[in-house]
């Protein structure tokens, strides 16, 4: 079957219904197909990413294979917390009552490379 070329037939944008030239028009795709609408270059939206999700690479690693935990000091794992208000009890009786806080400085050495 053979169509006539139509150099000079006008054709209206399914968008927003202005006449444009035919040839001007163009096919709006959807998920790589064409969805049937013709449109003004104003009108036409490229084929979003969002919507090739069976074609584009969507993995992302989050964990690493075979990993080297830290080995240090066991000074560096350790967790301290301190609760006074409340008449919270510990180990070593009231914290309300006969409070001592004491604390230590250390060095900290970084290497970056």
């Given at each position: ?44 939206d490229k084929d979003h990413p969002q919507l090739k ?27 301290y917390a301190w609760n006074p208000i409340g008449g919270g ?25």
């Open positions: 079957m053979a169509y006539a070329r139509g150099k000079k037939a006008l054709g209206a944008c399914d968008r927003c219904g202005f006449t444009y030239k035919l040839k001007e028009l163009y096919y709006e795709v959807q998920d790589s197909s064409r969805n049937g609408l013709r449109v003004c270059s104003d009108c036409f999700l069976g074609q584009v690479k969507t993995n992302d690693p989050q964990a690493l294979f075979n990993p080297r935990p830290d080995t240090g000091k066991a000074q560096s794992t350790r967790y009890m510990s180990q070593f009786g009231s914290s309300t009552m006969n409070l001592k806080m004491t604390g230590e400085l250390g060095k900290i050495e970084v290497s970056t490379s």
